[in-house]
T-cell receptor
């Protein structure tokens, strides 16, 4: 199953399906965006990032799409695996300095059943 | 890759105790580190920005006298929860970025603080 459009707090998919996780960010001046994966009891783990001068970036099994017009970010996971089960957060930052804090969006809990 | 180590991973202590949490960048220098707090099933909330050699910048609503931050070196920042009470129980997470240009922040594995 896939979910497109509005942010959902939970998403359940079958192993092998493609997953789409959505995020609406708040600051129109943000120019750097990151997706993190957080497993239970651990800190967030970097997945993929994108700068505001791009609208799409691909990694291994993951793709991030950025729509600045509607301030929307999405993470696509291809061939979802049980190990992908976690909470996924988008984060935004204004400016390109490492000394600027990230602001996190609401998370989406992805559950993958085999 | 960039590694951030956080210690301890879990603390259980009595009300009124002060607790120190350490955040270290293991293989890079971090002029700036960040401290977040996370409640169960919630997102990460920025508490403060820790700058090496200067005072930390606290977010609105975060008590600087309750949450003392020290960033004495380019690889170590500490967060001390002073006179902790049950409402301070939470998951505290630190992060750091390497370099000055666009780089993702790397996070420690968090500290679960439980105040009895």
């Amino acid at each position: 199953g896939e979910s497109v459009g509005l942010h959902l707090p939970t998403l359940s998919v079958q192993e092998g399906d493609n997953s789409i996780i959505n995020c609406a960010y708040s600051n129109s001046a943000s120019d750097y965006f990151i997706w993190y994966k957080q497993e239970s009891g651990k800190g967030p783990q970097f997945i993929i990032d994108i700068r505001s001068n791009m609208d799409k970036r691909q990694g291994q099994r993951v793709t991030v799409l950025l729509n600045k017009t509607v301030k929307h970010l999405s993470l696509q996971i291809a061939a979802t695996q049980p190990g992908d089960s976690a909470v996924y957060f988008c984060a935004e930052r204004e400016g390109n300095q490492a000394g600027t804090a990230l602001i996190f969006g609401k998370g989406t809990t992805l559950s993958v059943s085999s | 890759g960039a590694v951030v180590s956080q210690h301890p991973s879990r603390v259980i202590c009595k009300s009124g105790t002060s607790v120190k949490i350490e955040c270290r960048s293991l293989d890079f220098q971090a002029t700036t580190m960040f401290w977040y707090r996370q409640f169960p099933k919630k997102s990460l909330m920025l508490m403060a920005t820790s700058n090496e050699g200067s005072k930390a910048t606290y977010e609105q609503g975060v008590e600087k006298d309750k949450f003392l931050i020290n960033h004495a070196s380019l690889t170590l920042s500490t967060l001390t929860v002073t006179s902790a009470h049950p409402e301070d129980s939470s998951f505290y997470i630190c992060s750091a970025s390497e370099g000055w240009s666009n780089q993702p922040q790397h996070f420690g594995d968090g500290t679960r603080l439980s105040i009895l």
